[in-house]
């Protein structure tokens, strides 16, 4: 089984509310780490102009670079549910070993604090919430009900195989878990 994500842009208003409540739920502290983000799409010009939001997180792939390029194996892809996990204990931190698994990432989920010797971290699906059988907080907050997860199995039958959204690059040698129902620009030729 592999779990992931389901993204409907044509819902998404880009209120940030699932940055903020993961930010929130996992105790970030401010700053440049954001285990969810939101990336504003523009394009066109006036007066046909096409915006759309694109969530950028972990995509828990299913061939994750990030977990080769790792030389200490901090990282790794639970066999149960694809989730990609990270133990900070065995992760050198930036300083030591430069930051690999963020450089392979084609998404560039790993992201690491300015603080000397920080450790890698990321989205982990909120597996804790999982094993309380609980959704990802930030599909929980979001109030356009943009987001969804699950084992892809269940979210291609319930939302189809959609896999294409403004803004987004499929990776096809990672394997992105994340369906996406895209918008689409008008004002496309």
């Known amino acids: 089984m592999q779990l992931g994500f389901y993204f ?3 819902r998404c ?3 940030l509310t699932c940055a903020v409540a993961c930010k929130d739920w996992h105790d970030l ?3 440049k780490v954001n285990w969810m983000g939101v990336t504003c799409v523009e394009e ?3 007066p046909n102009l096409f915006v759309a939001y694109l969530i950028r997180t972990c995509y828990h792939c299913e061939e994750p670079p990030c977990v080769s390029a790792c030389p200490t194996q901090a990282i790794t892809k639970r066999e149960e549910d694809g989730i990609v996990v990270v133990d900070k204990e ?3 931190g930036d300083s030591a070993c430069g930051g690999m698994c963020g450089e392979v990432c084609p998404y560039k989920a790993p992201q690491f604090h300015d603080d000397a010797g920080a450790k890698m971290e990321k989205c982990d699906l909120c597996l ?3 094993q309380q059988g609980k959704m990802p907080i930030c599909v929980e907050a979001c109030p356009m009900r943009a ?3 699950g ?3 269940e979210l291609r039958s319930k939302y189809g195989d959609c896999r294409e959204g403004a803004g987004f690059v499929r990776i096809s040698e990672a394997g992105p878990s994340i369906l996406i129902k895209g918008k689409q620009n008008p004002y496309e030729v």
């Open 147 to 149: 987001l969804d997860a």
């Open 90 to 92: 065995a992760c050198l």
């Open 128 to 130: 804790e919430r999982w």
């Open 8 to 10: 409907d842009q044509t």
């Open 29 to 31: 502290p401010a700053g």
């Open 44 to 46: 066109g010009r006036f």
């Open 151 to 153: 084992s892809l199995e």
């Open 13 to 15: 208003v880009g209120c």
